[in-house]
């Protein structure tokens, strides 16, 4: 196998300067950039500033307008963070550590004692903190914070550059996109009467593991029969049918980027209901295609797709908003919501997301990736298009 992307060592300590320099022009003497390791969102924060994938305990990178960046992990996870971050200033907080577990071989120290720390280089006392990922916070670590510091929400200082991908993020997504496709295509091929939906997920599973992913950003979707109809679904014992409408999404996570791809799958001959609300929805990504350009409103190219569903009654079966980019997150902000002005930029990689669940049919979704570009969007992957019949 050729040598496979990773983002460079620098690219992260460039990340951090820029969060800085966001910290200096907000005002902000200390950003706390929060994870926990929930598979969906969780690791992604300090991910894309250290590298770091949080796991078991939770884990923060703390950005001071002037100084160190500092990552602070649990005591178990500290080791785990020694070999993998790419930051060199570790340390274990004593929040983070389990209540019931003795760790004589790690040296810990306390949230208000870290950050004090800082002071120095600061000039003065940590006063006004912006928290990125404030969501995720357990309560007790929120509840301390705001005792001894001024807090407030600041994600969007993050988000605004996660937006736009560099080109060492371009590579390593669409190499994501490549794995996701191998796995479809394993899960496709795994399909058969009598099958249950875990070997189908399995079956993608190992293939992307194969690839190079460290995993998956959501847990693979395989429904099949009545477990197709919901939004989300998570892969049972229950076996393919004759006649089933199966609902296979496959989202691994490669260097903690993610990958998409959905598509509904007939067992035999499908309803012709079924298929023809399928062959709506890849018309309803065509459409987004053919406005998904740089400077476009990204609401108003998302509503083209809602347009097209429309023209059959099936609007009110699309159950989510159907753009939004990918990054460290599967659905990761901006997500061209219906009150978002938000323009799509170049090198934003967005995922064009058809949806049609809890309709009378069945559910499913049409979802790939596309790399936006001056030129137009190119495709990260090449499924067949549309409903595919076993």
């Known amino acids: 196998m050729s040598k496979l992307p990773v983002i460079p060592v620098e690219e992260f300590a460039l990340r951090r300067q820029m969060l800085q320099q966001e910290a200096r022009d907000a005002g902000l003497d200390l950003l706390v950039i929060f994870s926990n390791d929930r598979s969906t969102a969780g690791p992604a924060h300090v991910r894309y500033v250290t590298d770091f994938a949080t796991h078991f305990e939770s884990s923060c990178c703390l950005i001071p307008a002037e100084g160190?960046?500092?990552?602070?992990?649990?005591?178990?996870?500290?080791?785990?963070?020694?070999?993998?971050?790419?930051?060199?200033?570790?340390?274990?907080?004593?929040?983070?550590?389990h209540p019931e577990q003795d760790h004589p071989f790690s040296k810990m120290s306390t949230f208000p004692e870290i950050i004090g720390k800082m002071a120095p280089a600061l000039g003065h006392k940590v006063r006004k903190v912006g928290i990125i990922g404030q969501e995720l916070m357990d309560v007790a670590l929120y509840s301390l914070l705001a005792e001894h510091y001024e807090l407030s929400s600041v994600d969007e200082l993050m988000y605004k550059h996660r937006a736009i991908k560099s080109p060492a993020e371009i590579e390593v997504i669409k190499y994501c996109f490549e794995i996701a496709e191998v796995g479809f295509e394993a899960a496709v091929e795994a399909i058969d009467v009598g099958v249950p939906e875990y070997e189908i997920a399995a079956a993608a599973e190992y293939a992307m593991r194969m690839m190079g992913t460290e995993g998956t950003g959501i847990d693979t979707i395989v429904g099949t029969g009545?477990?197709?109809?919901?939004?989300?679904?998570?892969?049972?014992?229950?076996?393919?049918?004759?006649?089933?409408?199966?609902?296979?999404?496959?989202?691994?996570?490669?260097?903690?980027?993610?990958?998409?791809?959905?598509?509904?799958?007939?067992?035999?001959?499908?309803?012709?209901?079924?298929?023809?609300?399928?062959?709506?929805?890849?018309?309803?990504?065509?459409?987004?295609?053919?406005?998904?350009?740089?400077?476009?409103?990204?609401?108003?190219?998302e509503h083209k797709a809602r347009e097209v569903m429309a023209t059959k009654g099936l609007d009110?079966?699309?159950?989510?908003?159907?753009?939004?980019?990918?990054?460290?997150?599967?659905?990761?902000?901006?997500?061209?919501?219906?009150?978002?002005?938000?323009?799509?930029?170049?090198?934003?990689?967005?995922?064009?997301?058809?949806?049609?669940?809890?309709?009378?049919?069945?559910?499913?979704?049409?979802?790939?990736?596309?790399?936006?570009?001056?030129?137009?969007?190119?495709?990260?992957?090449?499924?067949?298009?549309?409903?595919?019949?076993?």
């Open 68 to 97: 160190e960046s500092v990552l602070v992990t649990g005591p178990e996870a500290e080791a785990l963070a020694q070999l993998t971050a790419k930051i060199d200033n570790i340390v274990v907080a004593e929040e983070f550590k």
């Open 226 to 301: 009545p477990h197709a109809a919901p939004i989300v679904v998570r892969a049972t014992h229950r076996r393919v049918e004759r006649g089933d409408l199966l609902g296979v999404t496959v989202i691994p996570r490669y260097q903690g980027y993610h990958g998409a791809v959905g598509r509904p799958i007939s067992v035999g001959r499908p309803n012709p209901e079924l298929a023809d609300a399928v062959a709506l929805a890849v018309e309803a990504q065509n459409e987004v295609l053919r406005h998904l350009k740089p400077g476009a409103i990204g609401r108003e190219v």
């Open 316 to 390: 009110p079966y699309f159950a989510y908003v159907g753009i939004h980019t990918v990054g460290l997150v599967e659905f990761e902000p901006p997500i061209f919501h219906a009150a978002s002005d938000v323009k799509i930029e170049a090198d934003m990689i967005v995922s064009v997301d058809i949806p049609c669940f809890l309709a009378p049919f069945g559910g499913f979704r049409v979802e790939d990736g596309y790399h936006v570009t001056n030129d137009g969007p190119k495709a990260l992957n090449f499924n067949q298009a549309g409903l595919i019949q076993i």
